[in-house]
């Protein structure tokens, strides 16, 4: 559920001037909510003549009256984006309030990034953000900048929802692809990624994040900023935006000349991760949806066909990329016998 205009009104009058950058009593002049995330419910605020984005978690609080996770995600994006303020790279970030005590969820303020949504990556869009990625993914160390490399993040998650899912009673899916399943699985652990150099990725490339501006383009909602291998930040991108055929070629030409690298090294392990990794997550996020027990997904009235169809979209692609056999069939069970 969002936060009523009132409320948001009063916490940021309850905010020290110098801790959003102002001088002067703060002066509030508009308030309006506007397009939210997957995570987030996004307000523009302008304040003293300055335009300022508050991010508030859209979780809601737990059985105990808590909210572990939101206020975990909000130090992350705040912590990550406070150690790359130097860099120019993300728009700079002023206040925190993780106790849910001001507002009903956890909340950051930091300046609003004025442009357009991206909604078809034209050949020019695919050349800015090859340039912007390269530039990123350059910057190798930042201190205080969590490091979280691929293979660490995925080996626990990846094992422990193939487990449940080829568990005979586990009832959401066909029971052949469960045995494909575990041949695809095995596939994944036996991938053996060299040991890279990480780098700074943003962690969460997709249309939704990309601004077109006056300054060209823009990423913007920087919560998932951290150290970790640029390929699999690749990865997402081409599986994000759909790049295919001469997109895809333009898009790794164009960032391999930013780069200064030769090549990327294993990039086709990280995008048979990547896609195994989504496949998962879209089932998942479908079975708490049926079992009713994602408040926020509920209170957004999102339909878990929603997800199937991002199961069944990444199973084609995992096809594609020769984790499942050809002869491989999927079925999500919508109305699954008890």
């Known amino acids: ?31 309006k909510a506007i397009k939210s995330g997957e995570t987030h419910y996004n307000y523009l605020l302008t304040i003293n ?24 995600r909000i130090n992350i994006e705040f912590n990550g984006i406070k150690s790359i303020e130097k860099l120019g790279i993300a728009p700079k970030i002023y206040y925190k309030d993780a106790s849910c005590k001001v507002l009903s969820k956890p909340f950051v303020i930091s300046d609003y990034v004025p442009g357009k949504p991206v909604t078809r990556m034209t050949e020019k869009d695919l050349k800015s953000l090859a340039l912007l990625l390269a530039e990123l993914h350059n910057i190798h160390y930042v201190t205080g900048l969590r490091s979280e490399p691929v293979k660490d ?43 890279q150099k990480l780098s700074v990725i943003h962690g969460d490339i997709s ?28 990865a997402t991108a081409l599986e994000r935006l759909n790049l295919n055929g001469r997109k895809r070629k333009l898009f790794l030409l164009e960032y391999l000349k ?12 990280y995008e048979k991760i990547r896609c195994f ?19 926020k997904e509920k209170a957004r009235q999102k339909s878990p066909l929603k997800y199937a169809s991002n199961a069944h979209k990444e199973f084609l692609r995992c096809k594609s990329l020769a984790l499942f056999p050809k002869e491989s069939i999927f079925i999500i069970l919508s109305n699954p016998k008890a």
């Open 1 to 31: 559920m969002a936060e009523s205009i009132f409320r948001i009104k009063k916490a940021v009058n309850g905010i020290k001037s110098r801790q959003l950058g102002l001088s002067g009593p703060i002066r509030i002049q508009s308030v």
């Open 49 to 72: 003549g300055r335009k300022f984005l508050l991010r508030l978690t859209s979780v809601r609080k737990d059985d105990r009256g808590k909210n572990s996770w939101g206020a975990a």
């Open 153 to 195: 993040y995925n080996k626990e998650y990846i094992k422990k929802r193939v487990d449940r899912i080829t568990d005979t009673g586990f009832k959401y899916v066909n029971r052949h692809f469960k045995a494909d399943l575990m041949e695809a699985y095995q596939k994944i652990e036996r991938i053996r990624l060299k040991r």
């Open 207 to 234: 249309k939704d994040n990309l601004l077109r501006t006056e300054n060209g383009l823009k990423l913007i909602d920087w919560e998932s900023v951290r150290l970790s291998e640029p390929q699999f930040e690749i």
């Open 258 to 269: 930013h780069s200064g690298k030769e090549s990327l090294a294993e990039l086709g392990e």
């Open 277 to 295: 990794d989504r496949l998962l997550w879209s089932i998942f996020e479908f079975v708490k949806l049926k079992e009713g027990i994602t408040e």
